[in-house]
């Protein structure tokens, strides 16, 4: 590429770094003052802001309130499901004829026709000088209780 004679004066005459230094001496520029107040633009766009901000608070509040619900009752199922489940493994166990043979012996002390029961009796209890000989000592059972009251209606002056 050929320089023309203007360019090459231009570059030989005068180095890049005069021409800039020149250039500063003879217009030297000069910073506008910022206004420091808000436009009227940038206010109008905070109360925008401001509103968005105001009118979507109360529906998030909503949002989050319903699935905090969503979640206690997501486990409130769960705890129904497990109780179900229980219930429903018992309910099949009392479907079995043996389970329910046994529970009939076990709570109300029943037996098979023609089996011999035996029930085991705790051993008297000596009475005690300080108190009354007519008491007898309670018992937990139906039966116990069926037993006390007929060995004192055979034994009224005490045992």
Same mark, same amino acid.
């Given at each position: 590429?050929?320089?023309?004679?203007?360019?090459?004066?231009?570059?030989?005459?005068? /180095?890049?770094?005069?021409?800039?230094?020149?250039?500063?001496?003879?217009?030297?520029?000069?910073?506008?003052?910022?206004?420091?107040?808000?436009?009227?633009?940038?206010?109008?766009?905070?109360?925008?802001?401001?509103?968005?901000?105001?009118?979507?608070?109360? /529906?998030?509040?909503?949002?989050?309130?319903?699935? =905090?619900?969503?979640?206690?009752?997501?486990?409130?199922?769960?705890?129904?499901?497990?109780?179900?489940?229980?219930?429903?493994?018992?309910?099949?166990?009392?479907?079995?004829?043996?389970?329910?043979?046994?529970? =009939?012996?076990?709570?109300?002390?029943?037996?098979?026709?023609?089996?011999?029961?035996?029930?085991?009796? /705790?051993?008297?209890? /000596?009475?005690?000088?300080?108190?009354?000989?007519?008491?007898?000592?309670?018992?937990?059972?139906?039966?116990?209780?069926?037993?006390?009251?007929?060995?004192?209606?055979?034994?009224?002056?005490?045992?």
């Amino acid at each position: 590429m050929l320089r023309t004679g203007r360019d090459t004066n231009r570059s030989t005459s005068r /180095p890049a770094t005069a021409r800039r230094a020149a250039a500063a001496d003879a217009a030297t520029r000069t910073n506008a003052e910022q206004p420091r107040r808000l436009t009227g633009r940038a206010t109008a766009l905070g109360l925008v802001l401001l509103a968005l901000m105001l009118a979507y608070a109360y /529906p998030v509040r909503l949002y989050l309130d319903q699935r =905090a619900q969503i979640e206690q009752l997501m486990l409130s199922q769960a705890k129904q499901r497990a109780t179900i489940g229980q219930l429903a493994s018992e309910s099949a166990k009392w479907n079995d004829p043996a389970y329910v043979a046994a529970q =009939a012996r076990a709570r109300f002390q029943m037996v098979q026709p023609g089996t011999k029961a035996y029930v085991v009796l /705790p051993a008297p209890q /000596p009475a005690s000088k300080s108190g009354s000989s007519t008491t007898a000592k309670k018992s937990t059972t139906w039966y116990g209780a069926l037993w006390s009251a007929l060995r004192s209606a055979d034994h009224p002056d005490g045992p």
